[in-house]
């Protein structure tokens, strides 16, 4: 009762000296999230990915498309002259005739291809996809390829659109006003992207998923081959088209879909069950847990330092030394938990964002502040514990 | 047998670098209702004296037995109760909560004796009105003067209607006026209510004041064995 008022009393009269106080935990608490984080990602947004993709959106378009990677870099002088140069940072395609070597083998001459790859929001000058350039959502999509464009977002665009894939949508670019009058195109979402993680920039597109931060447009008009630049144009990626599979029934493209993702999940439990995966994490992890305990040992010290002349008093009048005890342990343990909060949304949102540019899987950062919180608030509760039996 | 009695007490501090002998088959013994002033240079354990009484301090060896009871005998919660309930304490340095306003200053005791909200801010309203700071229950030590504040460390010693109030240097930062009138409210309370007092000074004016009234004044130096 009286340890709430005066906490309570500390904060209100104290608001920016509290904060100041604890304000080293932040960092470290920052760095050692920022470890597991780096470690486990991209394990878990894989296995969260591959969980929820489905393919059969696939299997019922006349094209199937497995798996498109990107290359997430600047393109250089030999693809750089194959896009669009009205919009470089757009990384744009242009409908003139491309081929491209693709694992040695040269791909069909595409010239009847419309393909416009639009790079991620940041890099988009004038030309930026977002929910402005989506004048409206029209009829969902009927199934058949009807030679609309197809269109791959990011999951956050999907939500900021309130679309689905399968969903027809109208975009306006400036760019596009060579093949529209108006600089608007129809195009069906016809998935989202796969999550960056691993800074290779590997993003595969035509996967539906749910998670990912990358916004991508990418339409294909009429002609079933496209490419994506990259960097290196040797590291193009294949996309896989096979025209043979495009009758599939809806339970024979569930089928295949149940196979990819049991093949996928299983590579990557394999991973997960390596001595040296293993290892690493539980290293980490006691790291952590070192570090976190190295903090509260030393917020102990301050907070035993700043309060200890109204300790005193509150014993002088008759507090007991478990309630002095509890004081202390309390606000320790309340300036941890704001570290603990204040660490994950500087980890997800600048840390990941503007640092790491790593995609940041919520799930997993709330799944380790929560060990952090369960471990600090164990580690408060055993040494008071500790102390009482000792009677310090 | 006395409200308060020491039966050989002795109390050594131990410090990593030396150890400070205070006390030595210390006997001493106060009755219900004394004004006992200690007075003595500085270092010689007075405050100490005060420390063994309220319980916050545990002898070497001996007894101290106050209303019949023995207080090393206590358990720590016993203690912490009898230092609640039947212990004012008011110090040279006010040592009021800074973090709380005027009234939360006067209700900790009353607080952590577990008293009831409603009763407790009967009592905390009536304390103020004695001490003359009602209108001032919600500003904070801060912007009270030293008077004041030491009003208020009065008011929270005797919240709880203590029997023994334990004053160590309590006009130390208050000017005469101040001090005159704080002694005379710890005096009142000795006589009205007959509760028992030990007062720490070096204060000439407390000397005389209570010299006067007869009461009882023990030289440090006659008990300690600091020398
Ligand atoms: N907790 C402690 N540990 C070690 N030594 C202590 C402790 N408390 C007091 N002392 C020492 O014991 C001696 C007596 O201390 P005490 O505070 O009782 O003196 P005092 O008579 O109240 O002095 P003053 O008039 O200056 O307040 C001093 O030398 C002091 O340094
Ligand atoms: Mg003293």
């Known amino acids: ?392 | 047998m006395s409200f308060i009695n020491f039966e050989n007490i002795s109390l050594t501090y131990r410090t990593k670098t030396q150890t400070i002998p205070i006390f030595d088959d210390l006997n001493l013994s106060i009755d219900k209702g004394e004004f006992v002033t200690v007075y003595g240079p500085s270092g010689k354990g007075k405050s100490t004296l005060l420390n063994l009484v309220s319980g916050f301090l545990r002898p070497d060896s001996g007894k101290i037995f106050v209303d019949g009871s023995d207080l090393c005998a206590l358990s720590e919660n016993e203690v912490c109760a009898y230092r609640n309930k039947r212990i004012g304490y008011i110090f040279q340095q006010f040592n009021l909560i800074y973090q709380f306003n005027v009234r939360d200053n006067v209700a900790v005791p009353l607080l952590l004796s577990g008293m009831k909200k409603y009763d407790i801010e009967r009592r905390v309203d009536e304390l103020l009105d004695m001490i003359g700071l009602s209108n001032r229950k919600n500003e904070y030590p801060r912007t009270l003067s030293g008077g004041e504040q030491q009003r208020v460390a009065f008011a929270r010693a005797v919240a709880n209607d203590p029997d023994i109030i334990l004053a160590d240097e309590p006009t130390g930062n208050l000017d005469s006026a101040n001090g005159r009138k704080l002694i005379k409210l710890i005096k009142d309370l000795n006589t009205d209510k007959n509760i028992t007092v030990l007062c720490v000074t070096h204060d000439a004016r407390i000397l005389e004041q209570s010299g006067s009234g007869g009461s009882r004044m023990i030289d440090i130096e006659t008990i300690t064995m600091q020398s």
């Open chain 1, 1 to 392: 009762m009286i340890s709430v008022k005066y906490i309570l009393a500390l904060w209100k009269r104290k608001t920016l000296g509290q904060i100041i106080g604890f304000a080293y935990m932040v960092p470290l608490l920052l760095f050692v999230l920022c470890l597991l984080m780096t470690l486990l990602l991209p394990l878990t947004s894989d296995m969260i990915f591959y969980g929820n993709a489905s393919y059969e959106y696939c299997y019922k378009m006349p094209c199937n498309i497995f798996s498109v990677y990107d290359r997430k870099t600047v393109p250089n002088e030999t693809a750089y002259s194959l896009l669009h140069d009205k919009d470089r940072n757009a990384l744009l395609y242009s409908d003139s005739a491309v081929v491209y070597t693709v694992n040695d083998k040269a791909m069909p001459d595409t010239s009847e291809l419309r393909l416009y790859v639009a790079r991620k929001d940041a890099d988009l000058s004038g030309t930026i996809f977002t929910e402005e350039n989506f004048t409206g959502k029209g009829t969902p999509y009927s199934n058949k390829y009807d030679g609309t464009s197809q269109l791959y977002v990011t999951h956050n665009t999907l939500k900021h659109l309130n679309a689905d894939v399968g969903d027809t949508v109208i975009t306006e670019y400036d760019s596009f006003a060579h093949i529209s009058e108006d600089h608007a195109i129809r195009s069906v979402i016809a998935g989202t992207l796969k999550p960056e993680y691993d800074g290779s920039n590997n993003r595969s597109l035509a996967e539906y998923d749910k998670y990912s931060d990358f916004s991508a447009l990418l339409t294909v008009d009429e002609e079933l081959f496209f490419e994506i630049a990259g960097n290196d144009l040797s590291e193009i990626m294949t996309v896989v088209f096979s025209d043979e599979k495009s009758d599939f029934t809806d339970g024979e493209a569930q089928n295949i879909t149940e196979e990819i993702r049991t093949d996928k999940m299983e590579t990557l439990e394999n991973t997960l069950r390596e001595r040296r995966f293993v290892t690493k994490v539980v290293l980490r992890f006691a790291f952590s847990i070192l570090v976190m305990a190295a903090a509260l040992e030393m917020e102990y010290g301050f907070t035993r330092r700043r309060c200890e002349h109204d300790m005193t008093v509150f014993s002088m009048l008759g507090m007991r030394r478990s309630s002095v005890r509890r004081t202390i342990a309390v606000q320790v343990l309340i300036r941890f938990l704001i570290s603990v909060a204040a660490a994950v949304l500087l980890c997800r949102y600048v840390y990941f964002r503007f640092i790491s540019d790593m995609y940041c899987e919520p799930l997993l950062l709330l799944f380790i502040a929560a060990s952090f919180v369960i471990a600090g608030t164990a580690y408060t509760v055993i040494r008071s514990l500790i102390k009482s039996l000792k009677g310090v």
